[in-house]
């Protein structure tokens, strides 16, 4: 028995063995397959997707590889000066306004004004002959509908000296400005605008606008609107390289920046398309830009105290019966008769008025007061309606309280500046160096040779003398400039009434005075004046 035991011991002993060395042998076996290298798969190679750098040369590429539109390229050698001196509105022209069909009696007129004659002498010919014959006026001074000239005094006559109510007689026109078209309708002899933002004002007209009849087909389109696209990105002005139907090749300054880019024709005007920055640039481009629409922010700020002042109509004080030289003395005057409760006050004789419509105070300006008037409304300092009682508040400037011999002068304005380094940057010109405005083709090279120095909220002070062979300064503000060139070319000041002009307008009654100063505000102030907390100290 004990035997069979052990015998059947043996077995299950051997059994197991076995089995064990089979279970090993089979792991080995699975294991090496599962350890063996799979077959090699090789993955596509990796393609690197282009930037947004490299993607917009590509696409200025294809743009430059089209052929580019003809321009104007007459205008273009002019423009600067053509916008300096005529107000309008900045467009692109793609091609050239041609006069194709003018009648054959009406030709030699045009060709006198446009080419060959004087056009002051020319024009006022013109409207002696043909004035009471609208139609016939049209067709020798509009070019395709448009008020467009290349030779820049006539530019600024046809600014200047055009009014709807000349060339229409019919109750409605349409006038095109850059990208927008709006209704004028004449009321009581002239026009007034139906729409727009200046709705119910009188419809003035710009170099550049577009005017027809409506229903009347002039053809296509000439002009690409730049409007406000440069501001939008910040930059100091667009240089156009390459023009065609859909797009426009161009370059960005963005203070010393300059950056190629790709700009959209969308509905008749610029937009945004792509630029390339260096990677290395970028952040002072990004600089640049913040800077430019800081400043631009309070430019607008600027210029809406100045729209106040030209909407109420100040005067210019200066008496309309004088003994001698008494500009500056009516202020005076109407700063008693505000605070004694006056609706009129009088000076040698006559009677002005202390309100005015809406009962708006109606408060005599020289041309320093319009630039100090001007920041005060910045900074919310101003006199009060009559509803609102008679007094002056004060907000978060005041040049009553400042150190200033006299707030009421040009030169000491001047001389402030000299003495607040921190609030105001000071150029003067040297007296070598200015050039008279009755040589304009030399001022307006010089002016567009230093337009650098020259933008948007600077004060500009002018000497010279005037008829009485006295010297007299006058300062008004630069408003705006022509982005394609970056020429300063609207101004605001009082010399009559409030106004926003050309340097042509601003000047034609001071001929022999030259620029001899500029203040610049700097950023910082100009933002603590205009209590905007954005700033960067």
């Known amino acids: 028995m004990r035997v069979l035991r052990f015998t059947l011991l043996c077995v299950a002993v051997s059994l197991a063995m076995t089995s064990a060395t089979l279970g090993v042998s089979h792991w080995l076996r699975c294991g090496a397959r599962r350890a063996a290298p799979a077959r090699a798969v090789h993955a596509p190679p990796r393609v690197r997707q282009p930037g947004p750098a490299e993607l917009c040369r590509s696409r200025r590429a294809a743009v430059l590889s089209q052929p580019a539109l003809p321009g104007a390229p007459g205008l273009e050698t002019v423009r600067a000066e053509l916008l300096a001196r005529a107000k309008g509105e900045p467009v692109l022209f793609f091609d050239t306004p041609l006069a194709s069909h003018v009648r054959s009696d009406l030709a030699p007129w045009r060709d006198r004004l446009f ?67 709006w209704r004028a309708l004449r009321k009581r002899g ?3 605008w139906a729409d727009g933002p200046e709705a119910g004002q009188p419809a003035k007209i710009w170099l550049f606008d577009r005017i027809a009849l409506p229903g009347e087909t ?6 690409i609107a730049v409007g406000d696209l440069h501001k939008r990105l910040g930059a100091t002005r667009i240089d156009i390289e390459h023009v065609t139907r859909d797009a426009v090749v161009a370059t960005l300054e963005y203070g010393e920046h300059r950056v190629p880019a790709l700009l959209s024709v969308e509905r008749g005007q610029l937009e945004f398309g792509c630029e390339v920055i260096a990677p290395e640039a970028r952040e002072s481009v990004e600089a640049a830009r913040n800077i430019a629409q800081r400043r ?32 500056g003395r009516l202020r005076q005057q109407w700063r008693d008769a505000y605070f004694l409760g ?36 910045m900074a919310d300092t101003r006199w009060t309606k009559r509803s609102a009682g008679r007094h002056r508040h004060v907000g978060r ?9 006299n707030r009421r002068s040009v030169d000491r304005l001047i001389d402030f500046a000299v003495e607040h380094p921190d609030w105001f940057e000071l150029t003067l010109v040297p007296e070598s160096e200015r050039v008279a405005f009755a040589n304009r083709g030399a001022f307006f090279r010089r002016l567009l040779e230093r337009r650098a120095e020259f933008r948007p909220g ?15 300064y006058h300062s008004f503000f630069i408003i705006e400039s022509d982005p394609l060139t970056a020429m300063p070319t609207l101004v605001a000041g009082n010399a009559g009434r409030p106004r926003i002009r050309s340097w042509e307008g601003e000047m034609q009654n001071a001929p022999r005075r030259s620029i001899v100063a500029r203040i610049r505000p700097r950023l910082e102030w100009l933002e603590q004046v205009a209590g905007i907390e954005a700033a960067r100290w």
């Open 458 to 472: 600077d004060v500009v002070a002018i000497l010279g003398p005037r008829d009485d062979d006295r010297l007299h």
């Open 397 to 405: 400037l005041d040049f009553d309280t400042l150190s200033i011999e």
């Open 190 to 192: 002239d026009y007034v």
């Open 342 to 377: 006056r609706s009129v006050f009088e000076f040698n004789g006559d009677q002005y008025r202390v309100f005015g419509p809406g009962g708006v105070p109606r408060i005599p300006q020289v041309c320093v007061d319009f630039i100090t008037d001007t920041w005060e409304r």
């Open 218 to 223: 002039l053809g296509p389109s000439k002009h």
């Open 296 to 327: 631009q922010k309070v430019v607008d700020r600027l210029r809406a105290a100045i729209s106040e002042q030209v909407t109420e109509g100040l005067p210019f004080d200066e008496p309309r019966t004088e003994e001698g030289q008494q500009d």
């Open 115 to 181: 080419r060959v004659g004087v056009p002051w002498q020319v024009i006022g010919e013109v409207f002696s002959r043909f004035g009471r014959y609208p139609t016939e006026l049209r067709e020798i001074l509009l070019t395709e509908g448009y008020i467009y000239a290349e030779k820049p005094d006539l530019a600024a006559l046809l600014a200047s000296g055009l009014s709807l109510s000349r060339l229409f007689t019919e109750r409605e026109v349409d006038v095109t400005r850059g990208a927008h078209t």
